[in-house]
C-alpha cells in the first residue's frame, strides 16, 4: 500500500505532473490482511494501524504496528518557529506603518522595520549555525546547513531591496551603499587581505588567495587595501608595480560631500580611465598579466566609484 505525502495532493488527484512528484510510503502488507485504520493526530500528522472489522473472541494474529505519517514542514522546527514569532510583531507594525504612509511620508520608520526584520533573520541564522556546530547526525546537520543558506541568501537580497528601494539615499547615489552592502555580505576577501597586512611578509603573492584578493578589494572599492597588498608583492619596485601604484593612487573617487558635482566627477573619471587606456595600449604592463587585469577592470566600468 501506499501513502501520498505531497503537499499538491488530494483525494480527488491532480495533475499528471504533480502525479510524477508525488512521494510515497510503501507499508506492509502484512498489516493490511484484516483490513487498516487512521487517525488524525496531532499537528500534521495521522496514523495507520492494523483493524479487524469483525468482531471475535478468538486471538488475532495480525501484526501489532502503528505508523505514524507526517509532512516535513520548516516551521514546526523550534529555530524557524522562533523566527516567526518575533519577526510577527514587526510585520504587525509595518501594516500600521504603510497605512500611516499614504498619507505623511514615513520612510524613516519603514527603514527601520525593514532593518529589525533583518536583525531578526541574522540571530535565527546565527541559531541555525550554533545548532548544526553541535549536530551529530549527518542527514540533519546537512539539512541545517541548508536552511542557513536558505535564510542567510533571504537576508542577502532584502538588504540589497532595502537599498534601492527604501532607504532615502542622499542624492541617488546608490554605489556607495551598494560597495557597503558588498563588503559587508562577501567578507572573505577583506578577511584573508587583513591576514595577509598583519603578516607583512614581502612575497605575499605566494600565498593562494593574493590575487584574487587584490582584485576583491579592488571592485569592492578598497583601493588603499589593495595598494597595500601590491606592496607585499616581491616585486613592488618594479616599473611596472609603480605604474600601478600611481593610477591606483591618483584614482578620482566620488564622496556626495566632497564639493564637486556628478557630471564633474564624471569628466574627471573619463580622463582618468583615458590614461589608464593609454598604458594598457602601451603595453608596458604586458610582462605582468595580473596588473593588467587590474587596469582592464577600471577602464571598463563607466563610472567605477560614483
Not at 514587526?90 to 532593518?115: G, I, P, Y
Not at 540571530?123 to 536558505?150: F, P, R
Not at 587596469?295 to 566609484?305: D, G, I, T, W
Amino acid at each position: 500500500m501506499s501513502i501520498s505525502n505531497h503537499p499538491g495532493s488530494s483525494a480527488r488527484g491532480g495533475s499528471t505532473e504533480s502525479t510524477k512528484n508525488l512521494k510515497t510510503f510503501v507499508l506492509p502488507d502484512k498489516c493490511f490482511e484484516k483490513h487498516a485504520a487512521c487517525v488524525w493526530r496531532r499537528g500534521n500528522k495521522f496514523s495507520i494501524y492494523p483493524r479487524s472489522q469483525i468482531t471475535s473472541n478468538s486471538p488475532s494474529n495480525i501484526e501489532n504496528k502503528v505508523l505514524d505519517i507526517r509532512q516535513e514542514v520548516l516551521l514546526f522546527i523550534p529555530i524557524l518557529r522562533k523566527l516567526v514569532n518575533e519577526s510577527n510583531g514587526t510585520f504587525l507594525s509595518l501594516q500600521k506603518a504603510a497605512e500611516a504612509a499614504k498619507s505623511t511620508d514615513n520612510q524613516v520608520e519603514l527603514l527601520k522595520l525593514s532593518r529589525q526584520y533583518r536583525s531578526i533573520i541574522r540571530v535565527c541564522i546565527e541559531s541555525l549555525q550554533d545548532a548544526a556546530n553541535k549536530e551529530t547526525n549527518g542527514i540533519e546537520k546537512n539539512s541545517l546547513l541548508s536552511y542557513i543558506t536558505i535564510f542567510y541568501s533571504i537576508e542577502c537580497i532584502w538588504h540589497l531591496c532595502e537599498i534601492l528601494y527604501i532607504d532615502n539615499i542622499p542624492g541617488d547615489i546608490v554605489l556607495p551603499y551598494l560597495l557597503e552592502w558588498v563588503r559587508f555580505h562577501f567578507p572573505c576577501h577583506e578577511q584573508t587581505a587583513a591576514q595577509l597586512l598583519e603578516a607583512c611578509e614581502r612575497g605575499s603573492e605566494d600565498h593562494p588567495e593574493y590575487w584574487d584578493t587584490v582584485v576583491g578589494m579592488i571592485v569592492q572599492g578598497r583601493v588603499d587595501v589593495a595598494r597595500a597588498l601590491l606592496k607585499l608583492h616581491s616585486l613592488t619596485d618594479s616599473n611596472e608595480f609603480k605604474l600601478l601604484d600611481n593610477s591606483l593612487r591618483s584614482m578620482p573617487v566620488y564622496s556626495v560631500y566632497g564639493g564637486i558635482s556628478t557630471g564633474e566627477f564624471t569628466v574627471s573619471w573619463k580622463h582618468w580611465q583615458a590614461e589608464c587606456r593609454s598604458k594598457l595600449s602601451s603595453r608596458v604592463l604586458a610582462s605582468q598579466p595580473k596588473l593588467e587585469l587590474i587596469m582592464k577592470v577600471f577602464f571598463s566600468q563607466n563610472s567605477l566609484f560614483l
